[in-house]
């Protein structure tokens, strides 16, 4: 399973992290990734972590913003989002899988999502 916390509301130009624990054999996945979502649209990827090399992506919307790592002792994956703004308010789900992907789809075991507000 997987647990994510860290959202709340932020006014624009600060920051906020988020966390995605997991539990059992979840951590076993070798891929990380945290999507975001809105009402009436679809769930887009915003970053992914292969837990192997480190290799990370990001989308070009949260690039140079948002960074994503990895405490493996803590079996945590974090997101921290800097000088946040109001298109970031969303939904946030971290999720594993095995493929280096920003597409939804291809995960298998998802969170349940920690709402981000960025008041302008």
């Known amino acids: 399973q997987l647990q994510a916390s860290g959202g709340g509301l932020v006014q624009a130009g600060g920051s906020l992290r988020l966390s995605c624990v997991a539990s059992g054999s979840t951590f076993d996945d070798p891929v990380w990734g945290w999507f975001r979502q809105t009402p009436g649209k679809q769930r887009e990827g915003v970053s992914c972590?292969?837990?192997?090399?480190?290799?990370?992506h990001y989308s070009s919307s949260v690039k140079d913003r948002f960074t994503i790592s990895v405490d493996n002792a803590k079996n945590t994956v974090y997101l921290q989002m800097n000088t946040l703004k109001p298109e970031d308010t969303a939904i946030y789900y971290c999720?594993?899988?095995?493929?280096?992907?920003?597409?939804?789809?291809?995960?298998?075991?998802w969170g349940q999502g920690t709402l981000v507000t960025v008041s302008s």
């Open positions: 972590i292969s837990l192997s090399d480190g290799t990370a």
């Open positions: 999720a594993s899988g095995e493929v280096l992907t920003m597409m939804p789809f291809d995960y298998d075991h």
